[in-house]
């Protein structure tokens, strides 16, 4: 019911203005109030919808009155009542948010226009709060979808500009901050400790979480510009080290934290250099960071800049099963050290870790692959390259029977979940569980088997559902935000822009026109 106060200090015009609504708006619920002091006290206990407030009264006027009620329930509205000697009143109290006002007198039919177009105003800012609290409520439950997708497709896929523009929006961060990444690595048995990991990383307020990915998760962390980075980054990991059931030795736990980059488009980096620094979880303090990695003489296997792009190209190299790259990569690491006469004990060594972070990295794309060692102690640089090769050849044959077990339709079956669901806030993690792989390798056998990743196919699924919504000129723009799983009107013109060179306006006019013709 909508409900309506009267207030006038003129008997006689209350009524009269209550038995013009009741007649051309008898679903109205109407009081009265004959000063002020009393329409002040009466709005507290009826909770009216609109006003009707006479200017003129003695006591506490009409524009007093309002400035009191709408202090302390600003939802209310207003329409001034006044004669034509006050009218600078009624201009004043439109400045002060009233609706609209009536002139006395007024005929039937202007003060019953007026209260419904009031109505109707009322109504659609209610409508329009309704959607927006609805929309604010469906962003807050896919938050946690967006930063995981976000996490997953910065540091093993890309983003395109358009989507990173509104991801950065909807997560409030600023790209001009530094960022790194940190990631922790969990003993067996403990992935239930993600959700423990993730509340650590929320209540600092500045990081982003990765989907679970094996026993390993990422975290982008953006730079705090009160204090250093170490200082933040270790405070962060010795906060992370605490959701571990026991942090003593052999605990299991780890935390690898890469080094500060400018950009959104250098953070791979880090997360690779992040996976560098907990190749050894053994370590008695439990954080490390990739620039504290050890740099030695040339006898004793120097770890330079050139090397060290080396570990993170062949990163790259094994998550695109690019293995005769992964093989030149690390047969040429042993040609080196040979010809700079280093000790062939701390190469083999050397060799062993760069094959531990070669089995790390299959671990990440779901491939469970068994843990690189040699054997014996290698008496030569022939007998290294023969042993290396052989624990290599190991770890493709895991890799391809992996690739080898999934059902033949599964990329057919995601494709079909994304076009049946695009409308919704799905996430790589959720379409993960769903056919059993993991969101990293969904990522990569979407540029692999499609040319496009993720998060382009799903805007291609949601642009042609708006083309096929926009041919009925019923539903507005808007709607159709909204129904093809968009928070915002303004992003979705600006992408359906960018993939079909004319704005969503320009589209349905072509549109409409061609179908009339």
Same mark, same amino acid.
């Given at each position: 019911?909508?409900?309506?106060?009267?207030?006038?200090?003129?008997?006689?015009?209350?009524?009269?203005?209550?038995?013009?609504?009741?007649?051309?708006?008898?679903?109205?619920?109407?009081?009265?109030?004959?000063?002020? /002091?009393?329409?002040?006290?009466?709005?507290?206990?009826?909770?009216?919808? =609109?006003?009707?407030?006479?200017?003129?009264?003695?006591?506490?006027?009409?524009?007093?009155?309002?400035?009191?009620?709408?202090?302390?329930?600003?939802?209310?509205?207003?329409?001034?009542?006044?004669?034509?000697?006050?009218?600078?009143?009624?201009?004043?109290?439109?400045?002060?948010?009233?609706?609209?006002?009536?002139?006395?007198?007024?005929?039937?039919?202007?003060?019953?226009?007026?209260?419904?177009?009031?109505?109707?105003?009322?109504?659609?800012?209610?409508?329009?709060?309704?959607?927006?609290?609805?929309?604010?409520?469906?962003?807050?439950?896919?938050?946690? #979808?967006?930063?995981?997708?976000?996490?997953?497709?910065? $540091?093993?896929?890309?983003?395109?500009?358009?989507?990173?523009?509104? $991801?950065?929006? =909807?997560?409030?961060?600023?790209?001009?901050?530094?960022?790194?990444?940190?990631?922790?690595?969990?003993?067996?048995?403990?992935?239930?400790?993600?959700?423990?990991? +993730?509340?650590?990383?929320?209540?600092?307020?500045?990081?982003?979480?990765?989907?679970?990915?094996?026993?390993?998760?990422?975290?982008?962390?953006?730079?705090?510009? @009160?204090?250093?980075?170490?200082?933040?980054?270790?405070?962060?990991?010795?906060?992370?080290?605490?959701?571990?059931?026991?942090?003593?030795?052999?605990?299991?736990?780890?935390?690898?934290?890469?080094?500060?980059?400018?950009? #959104?488009?250098?953070?791979?980096?880090?997360?690779?250099?992040?996976?560098?620094?907990?190749? @050894?979880?053994?370590?008695?303090? /439990?954080?490390?960071?990739?620039?504290? =990695?050890?740099?030695?003489?040339?006898?004793?296997?120097?770890?330079?800049?050139?090397?060290?792009?080396?570990?993170?190209?062949?990163?790259?190299?094994?998550?695109?099963?690019?293995?005769?790259?992964?093989?030149?990569?690390?047969?040429?690491?042993?040609?080196?050290?040979?010809?700079?006469?280093?000790? #062939?004990?701390?190469?083999?060594?050397?060799?062993?870790?760069?094959?531990?972070?070669?089995? &790390?990295?299959?671990?990440?794309?779901?491939?469970?692959?068994?843990?690189?060692?040699?054997?014996?102690?290698?008496? !030569?640089? &022939?007998?290294?390259?023969?042993?290396?090769?052989?624990?290599?050849?190991?770890?493709?044959?895991?890799?391809?029977?992996?690739?080898?077990?999934?059902?033949?339709?599964?990329?057919?079956?995601?494709?079909?979940?994304?076009?049946?669901?695009?409308?919704? !806030?799905?996430?790589?993690?959720?379409?993960?569980?769903?056919?059993?792989?993991?969101?990293?390798?969904?990522?990569?056998?979407?540029?692999?088997?499609?040319?496009?990743?993720?998060?382009?196919?799903?805007?291609?699924?949601?642009?042609?559902?708006?083309?096929?919504?926009?041919?009925?000129?019923?539903?507005?723009? /808007?709607?159709?935000?909204?129904?093809?799983?968009?928070?915002?009107?303004?992003?979705?013109?600006?992408?359906?822009?960018?993939?079909?060179?004319?704005?969503?306006?320009?589209?349905? +006019?072509? =549109? #409409?026109?061609?179908?009339?013709?």
């Amino acid at each position: 019911m909508f409900k309506v106060l009267i207030v006038d200090d003129e008997r006689i015009e209350r009524e009269g203005l209550r038995a013009i609504l009741k007649n051309g708006c008898p679903d109205l619920e109407i009081e009265e109030a004959s000063n002020g /002091k009393i329409a002040v006290e009466r709005a507290a206990a009826f909770r009216p919808d =609109l006003i009707l407030m006479d200017i003129k009264m003695p006591g506490m006027n009409g524009l007093e009155a309002v400035e009191r009620i709408a202090a302390d329930d600003p939802d209310i509205r207003f329409i001034m009542v006044t004669a034509f000697d006050t009218f600078d009143y009624a201009r004043q109290a439109i400045k002060l948010g009233v609706k609209d006002y009536l002139l006395k007198p007024s005929k039937a039919r202007e003060i019953v226009e007026t209260v419904d177009k009031a109505r109707k105003q009322i109504e659609e800012e209610r409508k329009s709060l309704e959607r927006n609290e609805k929309q604010q409520a469906a962003l807050k439950k896919a938050m946690p #979808l967006v930063e995981t997708d976000v996490v997953t497709q910065l $540091l093993f896929d890309h983003v395109h500009e358009v989507h990173l523009e509104e $991801l950065l929006g =909807l997560l409030d961060i600023r790209a001009a901050n530094e960022m790194f990444v940190m990631s922790v690595l969990l003993p067996p048995g403990s992935e239930s400790s993600y959700s423990a990991v +993730k509340e650590k990383v929320r209540q600092a307020g500045s990081g982003w979480v990765g989907a679970m990915n094996g026993r390993r998760i990422p975290i982008i962390v953006f730079r705090e510009n @009160d204090r250093s980075f170490r200082s933040q980054a270790m405070s962060l990991a010795r906060s992370l080290l605490t959701a571990a059931p026991s942090v003593g030795a052999g605990s299991g736990w780890f935390v690898g934290i890469g080094n500060p980059y400018a950009s #959104l488009g250098q953070i791979r980096q880090s997360y690779q250099e992040s996976l560098l620094a907990s190749m @050894d979880p053994s370590m008695a303090v /439990k954080y490390r960071f990739y620039e504290d =990695l050890p740099a030695q003489g040339t006898a004793s296997l120097s770890i330079g800049q050139a090397a060290r792009q080396r570990e993170r190209q062949l990163l790259d190299s094994i998550r695109l099963g690019q293995w005769d790259t992964v093989q030149e990569n690390l047969m040429e690491v042993i040609g080196r050290y040979e010809r700079e006469g280093a000790n #062939l004990v701390l190469t083999q060594q050397r060799m062993l870790e760069l094959l531990w972070i070669a089995s &790390r990295t299959l671990n990440d794309l779901g491939v469970e692959a068994e843990a690189p060692t040699y054997t014996f102690q290698a008496q !030569d640089f &022939r007998q290294l390259r023969a042993e290396t090769g052989h624990l290599l050849k190991r770890m493709k044959k895991a890799y391809a029977e992996h690739y080898n077990r999934l059902a033949p339709d599964t990329i057919h079956r995601i494709k079909q979940y994304i076009e049946e669901h695009s409308h919704e !806030d799905i996430s790589l993690e959720a379409i993960g569980r769903r056919v059993g792989l993991s969101p990293f390798y969904i990522s990569k056998m979407f540029k692999e088997q499609l040319g496009v990743n993720y998060i382009d196919y799903l805007t291609e699924c949601r642009i042609e559902k708006a083309k096929k919504l926009m041919a009925d000129p019923e539903k507005s723009l /808007k709607e159709i935000t909204f129904e093809v799983g968009y928070h915002d009107p303004n992003y979705f013109s600006k992408v359906f822009k960018k993939l079909c060179e004319l704005s969503p306006t320009e589209y349905r +006019k072509t =549109l #409409l026109q061609g179908a009339k013709e």
